[in-house]
């Protein structure tokens, strides 16, 4: 099993361009979720699907949207980005969105936006 | 100010000693997660506690309810445990919050 896999690792973009992030987990896990991270500050959820077929914000939304492809994808799509999304993003995966399960992690895309 | 405060911030120590990071939190809980985070970014989880201790290899980890406080111990500490070690918190609607980190170097 793969796990949690996301892409791309690296990404850099110019002010104004849009991109997806792209998440796909092979746990048949229920839900899903994007996070951001930036130095001295702890992981911050943007968005997140409890269950295939919904999504809903998180604590950072403004300026992303995100789709649950079928129960294994969950993107992340940035439409016009700006300096201040310039983070590493996590895509996690759990078996319902209860605090006591695990959420599993994948590797990270390292975004910076000029 | 964030729910979710752990120390020390950084903490620096000799191969072999025995490591504790604390986590304290403000609120009723219904689980705390300990993550690892590995220096090339990978983001493991360690543990899931609602009540008591629990051990894994040479790390155990402890919460105490009615002082709204955990700890991760790590005995026989080894370079290869070099990581960001995070605590989450997860109350009653299940929204996690996570802790900044305690970045942990271990020389050989």
């Known amino acids: 099993n793969a796990g949690v896999t996301q892409t791309p690792k690296f990404q850099v973009l110019k002010t104004g361009q849009s991109m997806t992030l792209q998440c796909a987990q092979d746990?048949?896990?229920?839900?899903m979720y994007w996070y951001r991270q930036d130095p001295g500050m702890g992981l911050r959820l943007i968005y997140y699907?409890?269950?295939?077929?919904?999504?809903d914000k998180g604590e950072v939304p403004n300026g992303y949207n995100v789709s649950r492809l079928n129960k294994r994808e969950f993107s992340l799509r940035l439409e016009s980005a700006a300096p201040s999304q310039t983070s590493v993003y996590f895509c996690?995966?759990?078996?319902?969105?209860?605090?006591?399960?695990?959420?599993?992690f994948g590797p990270g895309t390292r975004l910076t936006v000029l | 100010k964030n729910e979710v405060e752990q120390s020390p911030q950084n903490l620096t120590a000799q191969e072999g000693e025995f490591i504790t990071i604390n986590c304290s939190y403000s609120?009723?809980?219904?689980?705390l997660h300990w993550l690892q985070q590995h220096p090339g970014g990978g983001i493991v989880s360690l543990f899931m506690?609602?009540?008591g201790k629990k051990k894994h290899g040479r790390l155990i980890a402890t919460i105490n309810i009615q002082e709204k406080h955990s700890s991760l111990h790590i005995t026989a500490s080894h370079p290869r445990d070099s990581a960001v070690y995070i605590c989450?918190?997860?109350?009653?609607?299940?929204?996690?919050?996570f802790g900044t980190g305690t970045l942990l170097a271990v020389q050989p």
């Open positions: 989450v918190y997860g109350g009653a609607t299940n929204k996690l919050i």
């Open positions: 746990m048949n896990h229920n839900s």
């Open positions: 609120v009723g809980i219904s689980a």
């Open positions: 996690a995966s759990s078996f319902s969105g209860r605090a006591v399960y695990e959420q599993f």
């Open positions: 506690l609602s009540s």
């Open positions: 699907s409890a269950s295939e077929g919904t999504t």
